[in-house]
């Protein structure tokens, strides 16, 4: 089973400010399967992130996505207000079980 | 515009069923697989199940197997989940998503699903 481990549990930061956000693997995994996704609070989860780099529709490029192996980051370069959320990565990976792992999640507040 | 509604959710005992329904618009929804994602309260997000779009490749998280079954109408733009034998666990949002088969780019708001024990 891949078990997926986000860092920090909560960021704490102002707008204006750079966020990198952390998804660590138990094991390596395929890049072109890691997502990011984006939850406001009482609402449903968006999709920022697919294939680890890759912005989804009307997403902005101040999001953007790297690593491989076991470590993936998501970084925001420069904090909105609307961006205060929490972040969710997710693989997908057809020889495991589950077959589809989120991470427990990041929540990002404002300091 | 795209858009995906579920319905079906409510309050049930511990051993009851439902039928969770998802209405999909504004997109060709035979051309995209369709997933099932649950939060239960305070919680992150759980894959449930996942349906390709001609109905085949479809899957369960082991929480649910042989409990629920996705399956989809594309003539009526539907999808659905049957949920039997109902378990206080199983307390959590529903969300429909839409996507490829490796991730999940549009969501619903999500359905309540409550058991009572």
């Known amino acids: 089973e891949i078990v997926l481990t986000q860092s920090p549990g909560t960021l704490s930061l102002s707008p204006g400010e750079r966020a990198t956000l952390s998804c660590r693997a138990s094991?390596?995994?395929?890049?072109?399967?890691l997502a990011w996704y984006q939850q406001k609070a009482g609402q449903a989860p968006r999709l920022l992130l697919y294939?680890?780099?890759s912005r989804a529709t009307g997403i902005p490029d101040r999001f953007s996505g790297s690593g491989s192996g076991t470590d993936f980051t998501l970084t925001i370069s420069r904090l909105e207000p609307e961006d205060f959320a929490v972040y969710y990565c997710?693989?997908?990976?057809?020889?495991?079980?589950?077959?589809?792992?989120f991470g427990q999640g990041t929540k990002l507040e404002i300091k | 515009e795209v858009h995906l509604v579920e319905s079906g959710g409510g309050l049930v005992q511990s051993g009851g069923s439902l039928r969770l329904s998802c209405a999909a618009s504004?997109?060709?929804?035979?051309?995209?697989?369709m997933h099932w994602v649950r939060q239960a309260p305070g919680k992150g997000l759980v894959w449930v199940s996942r349906?390709?779009?001609?109905?085949?490749?479809?899957i369960y998280a082991d929480s649910v197997k042989g409990r629920l079954t996705i399956s989809r109408d594309n003539a009526k733009n539907m999808l659905y989940a049957q949920i039997n034998s109902l378990r206080a666990e199983d307390t959590a949002v529903y969300y429909c998503?839409?996507?490829?088969?490796?991730?999940?780019?549009?969501w619903g708001k999500g359905t309540t699903v409550t058991v009572s024990s």
């Open positions: 998503a839409r996507g490829d088969f490796h991730y999940m780019d549009v």
């Open positions: 504004g997109f060709t929804f035979s051309d995209y697989w």
């Open positions: 349906i390709k779009m001609d109905g085949s490749g479809i």
């Open positions: 094991q390596s995994v395929s890049s072109r399967y």
């Open positions: 294939g680890t780099s």
């Open positions: 997710q693989h997908y990976a057809d020889a495991s079980s589950p077959v589809y792992t």
